[in-house]
């Protein structure tokens, strides 16, 4: 996904058109609870009451409907190889921020994510590592009254209760991969999981939007999107398929991190590669973005 330009911005929405961002930068408004030991800190994070928040912002027009403030919780199991926020990776580079303080926030801003028919988006790194302060998060934000959305690969689909489930409107699931060995080359994980709960999220009927990323040279083959789309169309409950195309806005900070960046030469595809993966979709009944 990709919202606005922002170094600050984490997650997989990084691939989309840029949109617009309003507000927000980093953990701004929010008290890092810095001061806690580790025991405490490891407690109430096992209790939900404390997460590791790499940044917040306030989107419109990415992240699901509406204005949008999109939390990106820091941790992620995975490794994907266009990361664009390799600065999310590990939970204990994230800040420890309160849930009640998290929630304030939120409150304060309802009025306008709720006018616009948006609302909250818990992304990453992967929200699911942190499945209780998630389930806490989505819990009082329903009880805002606002509408809840979660951005997650799947791979820790098996985190997610069916009361979480509950407080959760819409998901933006990322299939990155169609075809099993691809996807672990492409994650370094596999893709069953993700399967997995995009089969619970369709029997559960929660509204769902897919998000593939289109990489050329790694997933932009016609088996690859064929395979993607015969794994969603299976799933009633998507209402929109996102192809998103790879873009190299992640490549410094991979440098900067002294990781192994194997896509530093990829170009971003073209239009007509795009159009056409589109259209792979469109031809499997399901509308796209
Ligand atoms: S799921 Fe992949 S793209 Fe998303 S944060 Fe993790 S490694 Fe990055």
């Given at each position: 996904m990709t919202h606005i330009l922002d170094a600050t911005a984490a997650g997989d929405q990084d691939f989309l058109a840029p949109a617009a961002r309003i507000s927000g930068n980093g953990t701004a408004g929010l008290i890092p609870m810095t001061d806690l030991e580790h025991a405490d800190r490891l407690r109430r994070m096992r209790e939900g009451t404390l997460g590791s928040l790499h940044s917040w912002e306030l989107v419109t027009a990415v992240d699901g409907p509406g204005v949008r403030m999109t939390i990106f919780l820091a941790g992620c199991g995975l490794r994907c190889q266009f990361c664009h926020n390799p600065d999310t990776f590990l939970m204990r580079d994230g800040e420890p921020v309160e849930l009640e303080d998290l929630l304030k926030r939120i409150k304060r801003y309802r009025k306008t994510l709720n006018a616009s028919g948006g609302g909250i988006t818990i992304s990453g790194g992967e929200a699911m590592m942190q499945p209780h302060f998630v389930a806490k998060l989505l819990e009082g934000a329903k009880e805002l009254g606002v509408h809840t959305c979660i951005d997650t690969s799947g791979f820790l689909g098996r985190n997610v209760t069916d009361s979480m489930l509950e407080n959760i409107d819409l998901v933006l699931l990322d299939v990155k991969a169609g075809i099993p060995e691809l996807y672990k080359e492409v994650t370094?994980?596999?893709l069953q999981p993700t399967l997995d709960f995009g089969d619970r999220l369709a029997a559960k009927g929660i509204e769902t939007w897919i998000r593939f990323v289109l990489v050329p040279g790694l997933t932009d083959s016609v088996e690859n999107v064929e395979a993607v789309a015969s794994i969603v169309e299976?799933?009633?409950?998507?209402?929109r398929v996102e192809v998103l195309p790879f873009h190299q806005m992640g490549r410094d900070k991979w440098n900067r991190l002294g990781l192994e960046y194997k896509l530093a030469d990829t170009e971003p595809p073209g239009r007509e590669l795009i159009e056409s993966a589109r259209e792979i979709f469109r031809s499997h009944g399901l509308t796209v973005y």
């Open positions: 370094t994980g596999e299976k799933w009633p409950n998507v209402s």
